[in-house]
T-cell receptor, first 114, second 111 residues
Framework: EPEVTQTPSHQVTQMGQEVILRCVPI?????FYWYRQILGQKVEFLVS????????KSEIFDDQFSVERPDGSNFTLKIRSTKLEDSAMYFC????????????FGNGTRLTVT | DAKTTQPNSMESNEEEPVHLPCNHSTISGTDYIHWYRQLPSQGPEYVIH???SNVNNRMASLAIAEDRKSSTLILHRATLRDAAVYYC????????????FGQGTELSVKP
């Protein structure tokens, strides 16, 4: 069964550094998402992406964050200057359509900012 | 965003059925009812979804009230591997189709 893959599984970075989290969504999917989950807290929506543009973003997704689909397969989340509070699990998800389709999630990248 | 209400936690015995309730009294006509679960240290996993009619798949069944203001996820025979946090979420058919996760129901399964 096709799945969403995320790399790396764990990323350690120093405060102020840029990080890029990578995702390969399922190949025929059109809608892409990033979520994050701080340890012990709920899963939070960051951004949705369709047709090469952001369709919606949360308050968390400020100017430090950006997303890109640089080619036909990858979907990336960039954090320009990481802060300690960016430490979290970051999940990528994709779906083939909207309401009547499930979201398929990757297993996440654990980002640790020191 | 239309909200859902779930109990914080539930307990079940292994090999017994589990009924996980969800209230969504402000649901709109185009909202689909989705259920996901998150096992420890894993990403959310799709379980089932529906609009108006009851749905069955290999993982679970979804019973939707006639007025659509509530639904119940049914695990027919709970196993230890079903211990997880279960989320009931309304998925819009517009605005990017984001899912908004609440606290969910933490299901524990006793052997």
């Amino acid at each position: 069964e096709p799945e969403v893959t995320q790399t790396p599984s764990h990323q350690v970075t120093q405060m102020g550094q840029e990080v890029i989290l990578r995702c390969v969504p399922i190949s025929n999917h059109l809608y892409f998402y990033w979520y994050r989950q701080i340890l012990g807290q709920k899963v939070e929506f960051l951004v949705s992406f369709y047709n090469n543009e952001i369709s919606e973003k949360s308050e968390i997704f400020d100017d430090q964050f950006s997303v890109e689909r640089p080619d036909g397969s990858n979907f990336t989340l960039k954090i320009r200057s990481t802060k300690l509070e960016d430490s979290a699990m970051y999940f990528c998800a994709s779906s083939v359509d909207l309401g009547n389709s499930p979201l398929h999630f990757g297993n996440g990248t654990r980002l640790t900012v020191t | 965003d239309a909200k859902t209400t779930q109990p914080n936690s539930m307990e079940s015995n292994e090999e017994e059925p589990v009924h996980l309730p969800c209230n969504h009294s402000t649901i709109s006509g185009t909202d689909y009812i989705h259920w996901y679960r998150q096992l420890p240290s894993q990403g959310p996993e799709y379980v089932i979804h529906g609009l108006t009619s009851n749905v069955n798949n290999r993982m679970a069944s979804l019973a939707i009230a006639e007025d659509r203001k509530s639904s119940t996820l049914i695990l027919h025979r709970a196993t230890l591997r079903d211990a997880a946090v279960y989320y009931c979420i309304l998925r819009w058919n517009n605005q990017g189709g984001k899912l908004i996760f609440g606290q969910g129901t933490e299901l524990s399964v006793k052997p």
